[in-house]
């Protein structure tokens, strides 16, 4: 695979698992991160020991969109062309009813949304000349709730809905298509009780968790399906049944 891709929040867990297997598959990974720097510097540093000049890490915090278009300028300029934009990086943090704020909507719309769709308006023409593709990860959530997470929620929702919308405005050029996943893991800083996960695998058909390298098999799935656009792939072990 001759392709640069752009992978947002992929520092660490699933979009770096998602940057490794486009790697391995042959392109060269552009590896967004906000505060996980040494990890990203370190990943990089991983990858171009394997394949020399094949990855590069850029710094940009999505809240701010002077960062998204920046973020958007550097990529392009990083080696040279874009053929694919993952857009994986992602606030979650419950947001209870009568303690939210507007800065707790700013940020969870920020990543979970805006960032998105201002990176793909940054990029499009680009993704255009190289017949190129956007993957969004969403959640599976989104047609069943989580308590307290209403904002989160309507965020991936947001972005669920501008994957169809522009699959159809940015055909024929770009393919446009998300990924929805369900249990894959603990959310960063908390660790579920022996409960909790029970709890959780009860909802889930296949009866586990799923991997940060199942999320990553479906990403490089969609880039190569040259004839799938507008869809979601739910990963989720059957959970949406
Ligand atoms: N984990 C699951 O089981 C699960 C379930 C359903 C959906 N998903 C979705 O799958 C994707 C990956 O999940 P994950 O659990 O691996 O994600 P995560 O660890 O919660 O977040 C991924 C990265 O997003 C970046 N990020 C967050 N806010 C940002 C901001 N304002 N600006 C720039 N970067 C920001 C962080 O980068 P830094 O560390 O560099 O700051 C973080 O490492 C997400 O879209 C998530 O919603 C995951």
Known sequence: MNKVILITGAAKRI???????FFSAGAKVI???NNSEEDA???CEELNEIRPSSAISLQANLD?????????HNALTAFGKIDGLINNASTFYPTPMGDFTT?????????NLKAPLFLI???YQELKKQSGFVINVTDININ???PN???????KSGLSSITQSLAKDLAPEIRVNAIAPGAILEPPHKTWTEEEKNNILRTVPLNKMGTESDIAKAALFLADSLYITGQTLNVDGGKSL
Do not use: C, P, T
Request: charged share 25%; aromatic share 10%.
């Open 15 to 21: 979009g770096k698992e998602i940057a490794k297997e």
């Open 121 to 123: 308006q940054e990029l």
């Open 41 to 43: 510097v370190h990943f």
């Open 64 to 72: 701010d969109i002077n960062e998204v278009k920046a973020l958007a």
């Open 149 to 155: 997470h209403s904002i989160y929620l309507a965020a």
């Open 144 to 146: 069943r709730s989580i």
């Open 31 to 33: 590896i967004h991160f």
């Open 103 to 111: 800065q707790d909507w700013d940020a969870l719309m920020g990543s």
